[in-house]
């Protein structure tokens, strides 16, 4: 089956670090993806790993290891805006014929002074 | 990267009657992503629309009640049949950038459902 793990919410304080993790099992594997959304707001795109490794990019990183079934997002030095959603996303290969995402169930960040 | 014209972007219908959604793409596209989500839930993949080809409907979802029509590689609408109150839910299109993996969203549907 497809399965997609997160935290459902994370508290965290302006100027912190925090790290969302995500677990994952699905029958395919072609990507994982990182998606911010604000309340009312659509997805937008934050990062795409499908090695294993690190991609940083600004105050935003995300982690992969893809025999661990493992991603983490790590953002930095965090302002009040960061407050929203964080869905992770894999990319479900079905030989190439459609690239589905299959989304988490999405964590929540409230960022407090 | 790709701008989505989503509409209408927010509706309150009766039940019982359908809603069509629309979404324009400025740039062709391959395939288009139809996602739901439901109110603090993370969202679901309804369909892939296709040029030129049926829709390919996700467990769960038949063509019977969401029917989709893709008559160019810009441009797909998203039908809601004999909605009831369930159907409430935000209902987003989906494509996959052109140079890059990522997908972008449209703003979205809201659809409440009296």
């Known amino acids: 089956g497809q399965n997609i793990d997160q935290p459902t919410e994370m508290t965290a304080t302006e100027g912190a670090i925090v790290q969302i993790n995500c677990t994952y099992q699905?029958?395919?594997?072609?990507?994982l993806f990182w998606y911010q959304q604000h309340a009312g707001e659509a997805p937008t795109f934050l990062s795409y790993?499908?090695?294993?490794g690190l991609e940083e990019k600004g105050r935003f990183s995300s982690f992969l290891s893809r025999s661990k079934g493992y991603s983490y997002l790590l953002l930095k030095e965090l302002q009040m805006k960061d407050s929203a959603s964080y869905l992770c996303?894999?990319?479900?290969?079905?030989?190439?014929?459609?690239?589905?995402?299959?989304f988490g169930t999405g964590t929540l960040l409230a960022v407090q002074p | 990267s790709a701008v989505i014209s989503q509409k209408p972007s927010r509706d309150i219908c009766q039940r019982g009657t359908s809603l069509t959604i629309q979404c324009q793409v400025d740039?062709?596209?391959?395939?288009m992503f139809w996602y739901r989500q439901q109110p603090g839930q993370s969202l679901t993949l309804i369909a892939t629309?296709?040029?030129?080809?049926?829709?390919?409907?996700e467990s769960g979802f038949v063509i019977d009640k969401f029917p989709i029509s893709r008559p160019n590689l810009t441009f797909s609408t998203l039908t809601v049949s004999n909605m009831s109150p369930e159907d409430s839910s935000i209902y987003l299109c989906?494509?996959?950038?052109?140079?890059?993996?990522?997908?972008?969203f449209g703003q979205g549907t809201r659809l409440t459902v009296v």
């Open positions: 699905t029958s395919g594997f072609n990507g």
């Open positions: 790993n499908v090695l294993d």
């Open positions: 629309a296709n040029q030129g080809s049926e829709a390919t409907y």
């Open positions: 740039s062709q596209v391959t395939m």
């Open positions: 996303a894999v990319r479900d290969d079905y030989g190439g014929a459609t690239n589905k995402l299959i």
């Open positions: 989906s494509v996959e950038a052109v140079t890059g993996p990522e997908a972008f």
